[in-house]
């Protein structure tokens, strides 16, 4: 199996900021592209950005400027460095993993961490 666990969250102020992290542990030969998504209660999932294991990054259009993701493939973690957070910022963030558990695998599987809550008060 294969566990992602968020850490990070918490209540902060407007125009304060966190770092999340999300380490990745279990059966793992290797990780592909590691991300990070949000979910705002009564709203859909959205993605905030992706990372490759050669350090490729996407960020969403509208998440860019104040959402920073980095890994450190040698510890299977995954960070987002958020800055200047808004209310608007309050939301479950979930990390995700592409993971390919051994090397008979061709492909590697999606898994998802439980989220850590991010309160922004204004």
């Known amino acids: 199996q294969v566990q992602l666990v968020e850490s990070g969250g918490g209540l902060v102020q407007a125009g304060g900021s966190l770092r999340l992290s999300c380490a990745a542990s279990?059966?793992?030969?290797?990780?592909?592209?590691m991300g990070w998504y949000r979910q705002a209660p009564g709203n859909q999932r959205e993605l905030i950005a992706t990372?490759?294991?050669?350090?490729?990054?996407m960020y969403a259009d509208s998440m860019k400027g104040r959402f920073t993701i980095s890994r450190d493939n040698a510890k299977n973690t995954v960070y987002l460095q958020t800055s200047s957070l808004k209310p608007e910022d309050t939301a479950v963030y979930y990390c995700?993993?592409?993971?390919?558990?051994?090397?008979?695998?061709?492909?590697?599987?999606?898994?998802w961490g439980k989220g850590t809550l991010v309160t922004v008060s204004s």
């Open positions: 995700y993993a592409d993971v390919v558990r051994t090397f008979r695998d061709s492909i590697g599987m999606d898994y």
């Open positions: 990372i490759t294991r050669g350090g490729t990054i």
């Open positions: 279990g059966i793992i030969f290797r990780i592909n592209s």
